[in-house]
């Protein structure tokens, strides 16, 4: 093809031009022209995003739904980026995946079938759009012995008698190709594709036929020749919970385009990226880059079409209500801001924020259709913009730390980089999975997805239990604060009072207040040890902060909290004095002073190797992490317990010391692993027993932290155990509360404290006896009632009917007849009452019965309750309900059942 004629195609064919025509095509056919859905579904929970034209029409095949319509066409926005539908590591290195992308398709529910959606599917692609026809290839259901299937003859039938198509350019595959399923269960049917032949200098033109290098070849030199361009499903069959397919009631057509692959044949691209489509796009990139686009594989131009389409993915997305975050959907947005914003610092020399500047030619090109884009771009951008900005700040600093771990492990010999010390760039820089195996790939390295996934775990039961404040303080805000002397740790009053003034308060919409002092008592959250609370107040009382967290940004003391009282202007060098919640802090450094003991003691019961791997320090617990391949016994949680109570009987004095970090060490002070302390650091010796080196707050003398007790002891990963424990007051409530509940537990089994231990056994042993007794009696219960059923349905104008009681049975078990009995026939009305005592359940089963019957689940429940009492409902297809009158059964079995056969007599 020349250039003058791809030209000509390019203006002929534009996206617009190729859009309508395939919704006019249809639209002239009496198919409904229909909106496209979200691009994330917000009533299914089982999809993250919509990835398929069909999601948004997936309770109409599932017979969950109607519309007021037969035949539907539309371009739906879709996005495929996780799961079964992945391609992201091939967005931008091929010419043809995407992360965003328009699905065009047609359907007919129950309506025309394979005669009409394959010879317009023809029409449209020769005759339209005038698509050669010696390019194109045709594949069929080549049929499947386990399911019985024999080739889809009739499909072929009509391409070649119907189309006109060449019988040699209509080929059969079998199930993988060409049978599509919605999932394990639920409708499917044969589907043909049609292909074409992208064609090669000197290429034999029936090549296609080639399983080697033709139509669905595995050999990726060839895929690009041979693409796929539609593919029209035959919605037949239903597959049921058994495995066997059933045949529908009323057969349906589900068909999806890719649009950007259509318009890049169309256009003569060998592209999909080359069309108008992303052109406008590009040169938005190309103003921002200062570098011109080449259509090359060279990484610059890879950085192109990685950022074009995330930026269209995210932009449609947020469009429609998603925002970035850690969970989710939120996340994986997050991934492709990120993703695509190292591509373009790192290949493009993108510093500043750009991915919020590219939006509006995102918005230019796909305004007019989906109007959502154009009319909140300003929005996305914003939302863009502050994501770019949050990934900036850290990006650098986690390139440089993700250098030195690749080194390390170049020059060990190694090809895989420790997942768990990868996962750092995630949890402090913000780097997701795939841009952390990106980076790899281009270092020939792999990734421990294992390691990852397992610190991934970690990370997020620490968060879910943990909050804490990030971002205090933007680098604008810290401009100008010094760092902040603390006095939390002298001697006297100042330790939790102090006369000081303020240095500056920030209040922001949707943050808690923050106050920095010029100088404070309030110890801010280190080393495991929790941030102070109090109360920060002027003389006059005008201004009043209480204080719930103290943070540290740097070297300046941040106070977290609210702003009681404040004077109208800025609060700036006004004079306050500060007062630390003494009680929360007496309990909090008790707590921090026992972690000492408690890491000495583990070290002389369980063994040297034992090492502190992390801690949390609060006013109400303590938690110490160490290191040991196995659990801990009874007798050594026992032994642990009683010598850290020796050790506070003892009630030694607590001395702290300023010293070189060098000598501490030298002289045995314990430093803990992976920490890093300056030259000179702060040791704490307990009586010359316990000796480390410390930023906390401690007790004056070991006998101030009272009565220790261990709460619990367990894994939180390979080789670290966690212990949890009290101390003070928490300790004696516990124990109260221990000697409360034993001697309740006595009373109430009727035995002495001392004999409750071999009372629980006894019962225990009688409750095991009795539940097998009850599963076997149930199991039998659940068996018989199905021979029963299947016995007792009837099928009357294709429905397989049905309305039973069963006396024995619970609501579970009901449960359980009912789930089975679903995959006795494709089209089935079937309600079970079952009795537990004076409680009735039932649940009602409305599938595939066409929709002129008018019968749904919901109904039946409704009507059942009326009689039996209770709650009751659900959707069309499925609805249960519980009642309290068993007196009700016999006129609700009745009352279901006439409903049931008014329903059928409208058939």
């Known amino acids: 093809?020349?250039?003058?004629?791809?030209?000509?195609?390019?203006?002929?064919?534009?996206?617009?031009?190729?859009?309508?025509?395939?919704?006019?095509?249809?639209?002239?056919?009496?198919?409904?022209?229909?909106?496209?859905?979200?691009?994330?579904p917000k009533d299914d929970p089982t999809l993250l995003f919509t990835n398929a034209g069909m999601n948004q029409f997936k309770d109409v095949f599932l017979g969950t739904g109607t519309r007021p319509?037969?035949?539907?066409?539309?371009?739906?926005?879709?996005?495929?980026?996780?799961?079964?539908?992945?391609?992201?590591?091939?967005?931008?290195?091929?010419?043809?995946?995407?992360?965003?992308?328009?699905?065009?398709?047609?359907?007919?529910?129950?309506?025309?079938?394979?005669?009409?959606?394959?010879?317009?599917?023809?029409?449209?692609?020769?005759?339209?759009?005038?698509?050669?026809?010696?390019?194109?290839?045709?594949?069929?259901?080549?049929?499947?012995?386990k399911d019985g299937l024999p080739a889809d003859t009739e499909a072929e039938r009509i391409w070649i008698?119907?189309?006109?198509?060449?019988?040699?350019?209509?080929?059969?595959?079998?199930?993988?190709?060409?049978?599509?399923?919605?999932?394990?269960?639920?409708?499917?049917?044969?589907?043909?594709?049609?292909?074409?032949?992208?064609?090669?200098?000197?290429?034999?033109?029936?090549?296609?036929?080639?399983?080697?290098?033709?139509?669905?070849?595995?050999?990726?030199?060839?895929?690009?020749?041979?693409?796929?361009?539609?593919?029209?499903?035959f919605m037949e069959f239903n597959r049921l919970d058994d495995g066997r397919l059933a045949k529908l009631p009323a057969q349906s057509v589900d068909t999806g385009m890719g649009f950007e692959r259509i318009l890049s044949v169309l256009q003569g691209k060998r592209s999909n990226y080359d069309t108008d489509l992303f052109t406008p796009i590009f040169a938005r990139i190309e103003q921002l880059s200062g570098r011109k686009y080449g259509a090359s594989m060279d990484p610059a131009d890879i950085a192109f079409r990685v950022i074009a389409d995330h930026t269209r993915a995210v932009t449609s997305a947020i469009s429609d209500g998603a925002t970035p975050s850690n969970e989710g959907r939120g996340y994986v947005l997050r991934r492709l801001i990120r993703r695509a914003s190292r591509f373009g610092r790192q290949n493009l020399g993108m510093k500043e924020p750009f991915l919020c500047q590219v939006v509006p030619a995102v918005a230019q090109v796909l305004g007019d259709t989906f109007p959502e884009m154009r009319a909140r771009a300003e929005h996305v951008s914003a939302v863009l913009r502050a994501e770019e900005e949050q990934f900036g700040r850290t990006l650098d600093r986690g390139l440089g730390l993700f250098a030195e771990l690749a080194s390390k492990v170049e020059k060990s010999g190694a090809k895989t980089l420790p997942g768990a010390e990868?996962?750092?760039?995630?949890?402090?820089?913000?780097?997701?999975?795939?841009?952390v195996e990106l980076m790899a790939r281009e270092r020939n390295l792999a990734l421990d997805t294992r390691g990852w996934d397992a610190a991934m775990e970690k990370h997020q039961a620490a968060s879910r239990s943990e909050g804490k404040f990030k971002q205090l303080l933007s680098a604008e805000q810290l401009t100008g604060l010094t760092a902040t002397r603390t006095t939390c740790h002298e001697d006297g009053a100042r330790t939790t009072e102090l006369d000081t003034r303020v240095a500056r308060l920030f209040r922001d919409a949707g943050q808690k207040d923050r106050l920095v002092l010029a100088e404070t008592c309030f110890y801010a959250e280190s080393g495991g040890q929790v941030g102070d609370a109090g109360t920060i107040r002027s003389a006059d009382g005008g201004f009043v902060f209480t204080v719930e967290d103290?943070?540290?940004?740097?070297?300046?003391?941040?106070?977290?909290?609210?702003?009681?009282?404040?004077?109208?202007?800025?609060?700036?060098?006004?004079?306050?004095?500060?007062?630390?919640?003494?009680?929360?802090?007496?309990?909090?450094?008790?707590?921090?002073?026992?972690?000492?003991?408690?890491?000495?003691?583990?070290?002389?019961?369980?063994?040297?190797?034992?090492?502190?791997?992390g801690s949390y320090v609060g006013p109400d617990r303590l938690r110490f992490d160490f290191s040991n391949p196995q659990g801990l016994t009874a007798e050594q949680l026992e032994e642990i317990e009683r010598r850290v109570n020796a050790a506070i009987a003892k009630n030694d004095a607590l001395t702290t010391t300023i010293e070189d970090l060098e000598a501490a060490k030298k002289r045995g002070v314990v430093a803990l692993f992976g920490e890093k302390y300056s030259e000179r650091v702060r040791v704490v010796d307990v009586g010359g027993w316990s000796t480390e080196l410390c930023g906390g707050?401690?007790?004056?003398?070991?006998?101030?932290i009272g009565p220790f007790v261990i709460l619990s002891e367990r894994a939180i990963q390979a080789g670290v155990r966690r212990l949890e424990a009290l101390t003070r007051r928490a300790a004696v409530d516990w124990m109260q509360e221990q000697r409360r509940l034993v001697r309740g537990a006595a009373q109430t089994l009727k035995t002495a404290p001392e004999e409750l231990v071999t009372r629980i056994e006894a019962l225990q042993k009688e409750l095991k006896d009795a539940r097998k007794k009850n599963e076997q009696s149930s199991a039998g219960g659940i068996a018989s009632a199905f021979d029963a059923l299947k016995a007792g349905l009837k099928t009357e104008k294709g429905v397989t009917h049905g309305v039973f009681v069963f006396e024995a049975l619970d609501q579970k078990s009901v449960r359980d007849l009912t789930d089975r009995a679903k995959g006795l026939a494709p089209v089935l009305a079937l309600s079970v009452f079952g009795r537990e005592g004076d409680k009735v359940a039932h649940l009602h089963v409305v599938q595939g019965v066409p929709a002129n019957a008018g019968l749904k689940a919901g109904d039946l429940a409704n009507l059942a309750k009326t009689h039996v009492g209770g709650g009751g409902?659900?959707?069309?297809?499925?609805?249960?309900?519980?009642?309290?009158?068993?007196?009700?059964?016999?006129?609700?079995?009745?009352?279901?059942?006439?409903?049931?056969?008014?329903?059928?007599?409208?058939?």
């Not at 093809?1 to 002239?28: K, N, Y």
């Not at 919605?182 to 090549?207: K, L, Q, V, W």
């Not at 707050?697 to 101030?704: I, L, P």
């Open 873 to 907: 409902g659900g959707s069309p297809a499925l609805a249960q309900g519980q009642g309290t009158n068993p007196a009700g059964l016999g006129p609700a079995k009745a009352d279901v059942e006439a409903a049931l056969a008014a329903a059928l007599a409208k058939l």
């Open 1 to 40: 093809m020349t250039a003058s004629t791809t030209r000509d195609t390019t203006q002929r064919f534009t996206a617009a031009r190729v859009r309508q025509d395939f919704l006019d095509f249809f639209g002239a056919r009496g198919h409904a022209i229909v909106p496209s859905s979200p691009v994330f």
């Open 697 to 704: 707050t401690h007790v004056r003398a070991a006998g101030d």
């Open 161 to 233: 008698q119907k189309a006109g198509v060449d019988p040699k350019r209509v080929l059969r595959f079998g199930r993988k190709a060409n049978f599509w399923e919605m999932g394990e269960t639920g409708p499917c049917g044969p589907c043909t594709e049609i292909h074409f032949d992208r064609g090669a200098p000197g290429s034999n033109p029936m090549d296609g036929a080639d399983p080697k290098l033709g139509v669905n070849t595995d050999d990726p030199r060839y895929k690009e020749r041979f693409i796929e361009l539609w593919n029209n499903v």
């Open 422 to 435: 990868s996962f750092e760039l995630y949890a402090t820089y913000g780097f997701p999975q795939d841009l």
């Open 550 to 613: 103290t943070q540290k940004v740097g070297d300046v003391v941040v106070h977290v909290g609210k702003a009681e009282k404040s004077p109208a202007g800025d609060a700036a060098n006004l004079a306050v004095r500060a007062s630390v919640d003494r009680e929360r802090r007496d309990a909090t450094r008790a707590n921090h002073t026992a972690t000492h003991l408690l890491h000495k003691v583990l070290k002389d019961v369980v063994g040297d190797h034992v090492q502190q791997m």
């Open 69 to 145: 319509y037969k035949r539907a066409v539309d371009t739906q926005k879709c996005i495929r980026v996780s799961g079964k539908h992945n391609d992201l590591e091939e967005v931008g290195v091929d010419t043809y995946h995407h992360t965003f992308f328009e699905m065009l398709g047609n359907w007919s529910f129950g309506d025309y079938f394979k005669e009409d959606a394959i010879t317009w599917a023809w029409t449209l692609l020769t005759e339209v759009w005038g698509l050669p026809k010696d390019r194109l290839w045709v594949t069929v259901f080549g049929g499947d012995e």
